[in-house]
């Protein structure tokens, strides 16, 4: 058995619609195809963003998004945001995730990144266990603003 990383393109965009579907989130539903296909050209004008699908024997099992931006803070260091982890549910606990996460981390060192970041539902006790397993330390404070819940009206 063979676990192999790769940028998805647009033939790959149902695998990974059915592995999202797996997280649960957003009460199990997932974008249609065509709007998954309009999201996902839009996605590839943006610099060093990328989508990454692991294979097992050719078959899809997993897949994370990672966005690698520059700054201007840092020295010049670049950073990135991990986002979209899943691994295929029946699968979990055989070592797939830990290897995606190996392969992202090589891809941010390769790219001159200081940190890799990302955010996880605070729920989510069995992930955070898992990603503290691999080195990933808790920090600071997250804050978001949830635009779809009218969490933010702006002042007139």
Not at 68 to 74: A, R, Y
Request: charged share 30%; net charge negative; proline share 3%.
């Amino acid at each position: 058995m063979s676990l192999t990383f790769r940028e998805i393109d647009e033939t790959d965009l149902p695998a990974v619609l059915r592995l999202y579907a797996q997280l649960g989130e957003d009460d199990g539903r997932v974008l249609t195809l065509e709007q998954a296909r309009d999201i996902y050209r839009r996605m590839r004008s943006y610099p060093d963003y990328q989508l990454y699908l692991a294979e097992l024997d050719a078959e899809p099992v997993g897949t994370f998004a990672l966005l690698v931006m520059d700054n201007l803070g840092h020295l010049g260091a670049r950073s990135a945001v991990l986002e979209d982890v899943v691994v295929d549910t029946r699968l979990r606990g055989r070592g797939i995730g830990k290897q995606m996460m190996e392969f992202a981390n090589r891809i941010c060192l390769d790219k001159g990144c200081y940190k890799m970041s990302f955010s996880s539902n605070r729920n989510r006790k069995a992930a955070h266990r898992f990603y503290e397993s691999l080195g990933f330390r808790r920090h600071g404070i997250s804050f978001y603003i949830d635009y779809r819940e009218g969490g933010y009206e702006p002042e007139p």
